[in-house]
C-alpha cells in the first residue's frame, strides 16, 4: 500500500477514535450531576366507529380477455353498489389489473396452458360501522370473492394519539417526582427527553386469503383501537 495513503488512512481513524471518545467523555461530563432517568408510558383505548376493508375478486377463464371482462365488471359492480350505499368515491380505490396465465404441469411433459387468471383489489374505508354487514353481503353478491383484510379504526385517532402522548409525559414526570421524594430528593427540572412515535394498534376483524363466503359478514364484532406511547426523560436533582 503507498505510504502516503497509509499514513491518511491512521491519521483518519485517530481523528475519528479521539472525535468519539471526546463526545463519549462530554456526554459523561453532562451526566456528572446527580440526576432521575425515567420511561413514561401511557394506553388509551376507544371504541371502533370506522373500518378499512381490502377485497378482491379473482376469476379463471379459458382466455385473457374473459378473465379480465369478468374481473373488471365484478369490480365496476361493486364499485357502483358502494356508491348507491353513500359510500365517498375518495373512499374507494381500486388496484389495477394483474393478468396471469394458468399452466398444467406433468412431471416430463411439456406445461400446457389452461387458461388465464385476472385479479383486482378494492380498499374500502367504511366511515359508519353499522353499514359493515350490508357493504360485505353486497360484494359477495358482485362476484367478490377474496377477503384480504378488515382493519378497525377510529375516527379520532389523532385526538387519541396526542392525548397518549401527553398522558406519557405525565406519567415519567410523577416516576422522576416519586423517586426523588423516596430519596428525600427534590426533581429540578427535565433535561433531557427522548421520544420516539409509536402507532396505533388496530385490531383485525377478519385477515385471510381464503374464498369469501357468506359466514365472513357474521365475523364482526365491534373492538376497542388502542394507542400507546413511550417518552424517555432524564431530570436534574436539586
Known amino acids: 500500500m503507498n505510504k502516503l495513503l497509509l499514513n491518511s488512512l491512521i491519521s483518519s481513524t485517530f481523528f475519528a477514535l479521539t472525535a468519539t471518545s471526546s463526545l463519549a467523555t462530554v456526554q459523561a461530563a453532562e451526566l456528572s450531576f446527580a440526576h432521575i432517568e425515567t420511561v413514561g408510558t401511557s394506553t388509551i383505548e376507544a371504541k371502533a366507529d370506522m373500518a378499512i376493508i381490502s377485497v378482491a375478486v379473482s376469476i379463471e377463464a ?15 359492480q361493486f364499485r357502483q353498489r358502494l356508491l348507491e350505499a353513500g359510500i365517498n368515491k375518495k373512499h374507494i380505490q381500486t388496484a389495477n389489473l394483474q393478468l396471469n396465465p394458468q399452466y398444467r404441469y406433468v412431471q416430463n411433459e411439456p406445461r400446457v396452458l389452461t387458461g388465464y387468471s385476472a385479479n383486482r383489489q378494492i380498499t374500502v374505508t367504511v ?8 357493504l360485505l353481503d353486497s360484494a359477495l353478491v358482485e362476484g367478490v370473492n377474496q377477503v384480504n383484510n378488515i382493519e378497525l379504526k377510529s375516527s379520532k385517532e389523532a385526538d387519541m394519539m396526542a392525548q397518549a402522548r401527553q398522558a ?5 414526570k410523577q416516576k422522576a417526582e416519586s423517586l426523588a421524594k423516596g430519596f428525600g430528593e427534590q426533581v429540578a427540572g427535565v433535561w433531557q427527553v427522548r421520544y420516539f412515535p409509536t402507532q396505533a394498534h388496530q385490531p383485525e376483524m377478519y385477515r385471510a386469503s381464503m374464498k369469501m363466503n357468506a359466514d365472513v359478514a357474521q365475523t364482526y364484532q365491534q373492538g376497542q383501537v388502542i394507542v400507546s406511547d413511550r417518552v424517555e426523560a432524564i431530570f436534574r436533582l436539586k
Open 62 to 76: 379459458a382466455n385473457a380477455k374473459s378473465a379480465k371482462d369478468e374481473a373488471d365488471e365484478a369490480v365496476s
Open 127 to 134: 366511515m359508519d360501522l353499522n353499514m359493515l354487514n350490508e
Open 168 to 172: 406519557a409525559i405525565k406519567d415519567a
